[in-house]
């Protein structure tokens, strides 16, 4: 089952723009994590955020998180054709840390 | 290439036919993670080992899949009898356990598995 839900699902913009991911969740979480997956690729894992943080920044990166509505948001400043891609939020829950998708917001950059 | 390896990266098979994947996860990750992702949706979790152990498993994985670690270092996942709706890609992850409040997991190419 999914964790949340992603919005938008998809996303569309210029190169140079600024894209903008949310994600919903059900459950408490101990920390959540962004993953960026290419066309029928792998995924990569791109930040994780702590339940006690509120925003966090790696490069052109900025995560914010509210737990009072259980969400979060993903920036990415600067948009360039590389970062095309479907970007996903996860929460790792059980014992062994099993990670729980939403369904993702695929974002195309145009040059 | 020291990252998760998965073999083959597709496979297409009849229907009715087994399967079976291979994943050797990052040499000195202890836990290893089997993920299926459907088109258009989210990685759903299959299973999961601790060294040798499969120590969780999801209402996902039917009696026709059965996945091993038996050394504790690359697992195997087969599918028996393949149906159309096993049409999927499989991903493999690996992690070397908490360190600290986190337990990042890295994840291989994924098998894209075709079942006609």
């Known amino acids: 089952s999914q964790q949340g839900e992603e919005d938008p699902q998809a996303l569309s913009i210029q190169e140079g723009e600024n894209a903008t991911m949310n994600c919903s969740y059900k459950?408490?979480?101990?920390?959540l994590q962004w993953y960026r997956q290419n066309s029928g690729r792998g995924l990569v894992h791109l930040i994780l955020?702590?339940?006690?943080?509120r925003e966090k920044h790696s490069g052109r990166l900025r995560v914010t998180l509210d737990t009072s509505k259980k969400s979060s948001s993903l920036l990415i400043t600067a948009s360039r054709a590389a970062d095309t891609a479907s970007y996903f939020c996860?929460?790792?829950?059980?014992?062994?840390?099993?990670?729980?998708f939403g369904a993702g917001t695929r974002l195309a950059v145009h040059p | 290439d020291t990252g998760v390896s998965q073999d083959p990266r597709h496979k297409i098979t009849k229907r009715g036919q087994n399967v079976t994947f291979r994943c050797d996860p990052i040499s000195e990750h202890n836990r290893l993670y089997w993920y299926r992702q459907t088109l258009g949706q989210g990685p759903e979790f299959l299973t999961y080992f601790q060294n040798e152990a499969q120590l969780e498993k999801s209402r996902l994985l039917s009696d026709r899949f059965s996945a091993e670690r038996p050394k504790g270092s690359f697992s195997t996942l087969e599918i028996q009898r393949t149906e159309q709706g096993d049409s999927a890609m499989y991903l493999c992850?690996?992690?070397?356990?908490?360190?600290?409040?986190?337990?990042?997991?890295?994840f291989g190419p994924g098998t894209r598995l075709t079942v006609l």
């Open positions: 955020i702590r339940s006690n943080e």
């Open positions: 459950t408490s979480i101990n920390n």
């Open positions: 992850a690996s992690s070397l356990g908490p360190t600290g409040d986190t337990d990042t997991q890295y």
């Open positions: 996860a929460d790792p829950q059980g014992g062994y840390n099993k990670l729980i």
